[in-house]
C-alpha cells in the first residue's frame, strides 16, 4: 500500500494481463457479522482485510468472538445468540457496512439480554445518517440512544422490552443498509414470533439487499418477500453456520479494471479472476454498462476478460441505481466517450464516504471536462484539453481508484500524444476495501520507459547519498537503485568465485549473470542467500571500486541498472546515474559534503558496527578515493552539467529531504 502524501502517475499508454482481486467488502462483513451470530465455528475463505473488515474483526473479538486465522483462512467461532460481555465500546472508522448491523445486533441482544454498547467512527461516520434504523429499532421496542446529533452516530445501545406489534417499517430510499440491518439482526429476536418488515418509498440499491438474502440463506434463514416492499423473518429462525464459506472478488473493485481493459486493452485482454457470471454482487451489472459503452467482455463463471471494443468510447444516458458504487467508475470513462453521457438516480452518493455528486465534479472539471451536477444526477462532457490535475480523494477509496484510470489520457480521443501526468492526492484511502490497488494496476499497465520519472543523486561516497536516495524514494512511493549495491555484489560474486581483480572479462562475464535480487526491506539476495551486511564490508567496497574501472563491467551492469526505472517511478543512486545511465532524468542532484564532514560520518557508522579507525586515516583514504573516482577515464566522478548542487554538510537527511523534494515540486506541474 502506499501511503505516501501523495502518488503521481506518469501517463499511461496500454494494459493487458491478469489481476486477482480482494474480496467482496459488502460480503466480507455481511459473513463476518453471521459468522460472529452463529453457534459454532465458521472457515471464511478470501476474506477481505481491509480498514472496513479491521474494525468489524476488532468489534466481533471486543464482543468475545473467538477470531483465528489459519494459513489463508480465518476461523470465527461466534456467540451463538447469547451475549458473552455486557458492556462495550465499538469504534468503527468510516464503515457503514459495520456500523449499521452492527447497531441492530446489538440494540436488540442489549433488549433481550441487557446491556450497554457504544458505537461511534470517524467524524465522516459521525454525518451519515442512521436515524431510519434508529426509528425502525425502536418500534421493536430497542433502546437506542444519540450520543452527539441526532439522527447520527455516535450511538448507546442499552436494555428495552422486545414487542411484536405489527410489522416493523423502514425507509428504503436513502441506504438499503438500513433494510440489510434489520435483515441480518431480527432472526435474533425471531423466538417471540415471525417478524415483518414494511419497507417505506422505493427501495435502492435493491442488488445489495440481494447479497444480504442469499449470505442469510446461506447461514439457514430463509426470508420471504413480496416484491421489495415486504419482508418476513419466520418465527424461531436461528444462524447455523455453513462450515466453510468463501468470499468472492469485490465486483465493485473489478469496476476499474473492467474498465481499464475497455480504455486501453487494445490488443491482448486485462483478466480479472474471482468474480464473473455467477456473482451474486450487484456491482457485477457494471459489466453491462461498460458493454453499452463499447468494452468488449468475455465471461466465465468467476472470470472476466475485457477487450477494447468501440472506440472513442460511446457515451450513455443511463439510470445507475442498480450499481451506485460502480457507477463511479462510469464517471471517469466518460472522458474517454464521443459526447456527453449522464448518469442518473444515484442520489445516495450524496451521503456515502464523502458527497461523492460534488465532489466527482470538482475532480473531473479540474481535467478539463465539463460537469453539470444535479441532486441525483451527474453529466460529464469530456475534456477540450486535458489538464494535468492534483486529484483529492476526500477520504473516498473509490474516488482515488477511479480517478487513476484518468492517466490514460494519452489514448483519449481529445488526449494530446504527450499525455498529462495525474496526482492522487492521500493514495492510502484506498486502504478501505483494496490496500493493494494501485500496485495491481502498475502491474497490468504499461507507458513509454521515457515517461517513467526518475530522478538521481550522485556524489562521492560517503557523502550520504543512499540515506538520501532512500527517504526521498519512500516519499514519493518510488522505487529505489542503490547502484552501488550492484557493484558490491559484483566484487563480492569475485571474491567467491576467485575471479583476479584486474580480469577484466572474467568479471564482466560475471556481472553480466549476477543473480541479485532486491527483496522488500532492502534485503539483498546473491543466488538465493541474503547477503545485506556482508555488501557493506570495507573489503567488499574497496574491491567494488576497483573493479568499477573497467568500461566491460559497467557495461554487463548498465542494462540492469535501466530495468529499474518501472511504475510510478525512480529514485537512482550511485556516482554516475545522472551522467551515464539516466541522462535524461528529470532532476538530477550531486550531493557533496567535506571530507571532514564524509570521514567523521564514516567513523560513526564504523564505530556503530563495532569497528575501530581513525578520523585522519579515514580521511585521507575518502580523498585518495574522490580523486580516482575524479580522474578515472570511464564514468569518472563529476556533476552532470544540469544537476543541481546540494551540499548538506550541516544539514539533517530531514533538511536535505525538504530540499530535493522541492526542487522536484518545482518540476512537476501541479502547482
Ligand atoms: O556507493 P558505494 O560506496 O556503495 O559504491 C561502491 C563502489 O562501486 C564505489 O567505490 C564505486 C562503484 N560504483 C560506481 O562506480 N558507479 C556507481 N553507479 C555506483 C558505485
Redesign the pocket.
Known sequence: MYTTEFLDLPPLRAAAGTVRLPGSKSISNRVLLLAGLSAGTTRIHDLLDSDDTRVMLDALRELGCAIESEGGVLNVTGLGGSLRKRQARLFLGNAGTAMRPLTAALAVLAAMQGGEFELSGVPRMHERPIGDLVDALRQLGCGVDYLGQDGYPPLRVRDGALRLGGPIRVRGDVSSQFLTALLLALPLASELGAIDIEVEGELISKPYIEITLNLLARFGIAVGREGWSRFTIPRGSSYRTPGDIHVEADASSASYFVALGAIAAAGAPVRIEGVGADSIQGDIRFVEAAEAMGAQVARGANWLEIRRGAWPLKAIDLDCNHIPDAAMTLAVMALYAEGGTTLRNIASWRVKETDRIAAMAAELRKLGATVEEGTDFIRIEPPAQWRPAAIRTYDDHRIAMCFSLAAFNPLAPTGSDTGVPLRILDPKCVGKTFPDYFETLFSVARTRTEDIPVLTIDGP?ASG??TLADVVADALGYHLL???????ATALSAMRAGVAPDDEAGLAQLAAVLPLAFEPGHRILLDGEEVTEQLRREDV?AL??RI?VFPRV?EALRERQLAFRQLPGLVA?????GTV?FPQAELKVFLTASAATRAERRHRQLISRGLSSNMDDLRRELEA?DAR?QSRST?PLKPAEDALLLDNSALTIEASMHEVLKWWEQRRPFR
Open positions: 561516497t547519498k543512499g542503490d547502484s552501488g549495491a550492484i557493484y558490491r567496497g567494488a571500486s568499477s559497467r543512486d550511485g556516482r554516475d546515474m545511465i578515493r573516482d564514468a
